[in-house]
């Protein structure tokens, strides 16, 4: 069965810090990996996807993930936070058949000025 | 329209009763998804369907969740004798075949 796992219930920055929100994941194949963000009575907002090809993806808001098939993550990162990053982040991956999204239980990233 | 979209964005009901909650697409779009937000968990999903048709309805979690797309577009997820376990944030998704989701604001159902 494929599953997502996110190890942190929440992260702590200061602002203008790296910050990583880590995510691992199981499959069988290749996997479809994406991250989301969920700001506060909000929906899920698309952050970035990686399918094939480099394993550095860049997506929106400055935000990247590093795909390592060797170590099965997918950790989101951003060389230097921001306080509005602060937010609920989701890692999911894809079921190959269905299209349907499997998520992370979800990490609370807080920025601090 | 500009994004994915749901109606109502709240919906407060009493245990027992029928509820219905609509989502509309991205235009164009031909992939539809439902999941469901329980307080600090991630989604989980529901059904999907590839234009009219529910290709997977296996995380429906009993026969009183049903859901329908009859013209391929718009989508209402109906709940028969509500119970207060059904209490959750429903989301909504749409995509192209093989590309990202993107998700409507919700539907938080609230039943007394």
């Known amino acids: 069965a494929q599953s997502v796992a996110q190890p942190e219930d929440q992260v702590n920055v200061a602002e203008g810090n790296p910050l990583t929100v880590k995510c691992t994941y199981s499959v069988s194949g290749n996997p479809y990996l994406f991250w989301y963000v969920q700001y506060p009575n909000r929906g899920l907002q698309f952050l970035l996807k990686y399918i094939t090809g480099d394993n550095l993806v860049k997506g929106s808001y400055g935000f990247e993930a590093e795909f390592n098939k060797s170590q099965t993550s997918f950790h989101l990162k951003k060389p230097s936070a921001l306080v509005s990053d602060s937010a609920l982040y989701f890692c999911a991956v894809r079921d190959m058949n269905t299209g349907k999204l499997i998520f992370g239980q979800g990490t609370t990233l807080q920025v601090k000025p | ?112």
């Open chain 2, 1 to 112: 329209g500009a994004g994915v979209s749901q109606t109502p964005s709240n919906k407060v009901t009493e245990k027992g009763k029928y509820v219905e909650l609509r989502c509309d697409p991205i235009s164009g779009h031909t992939a539809l998804y439902w999941y469901r937000q329980s307080l600090g968990q991630g989604p989980e999903f529901l059904i999907y369907f590839q234009g009219t048709g529910a290709a997977d309805d296996s995380g429906l979690p009993n026969d009183r969740f049903f859901a329908v797309r009859p013209e391929g577009s718009v989508s209402t997820l109906k709940i028969q004798r509500t119970e207060r376990g059904d209490s959750a944030v429903y989301l909504c998704a749409s995509s192209d075949p093989g590309q990202a989701q993107f998700f409507g604001p919700g539907t938080r159902l609230t039943v007394l």
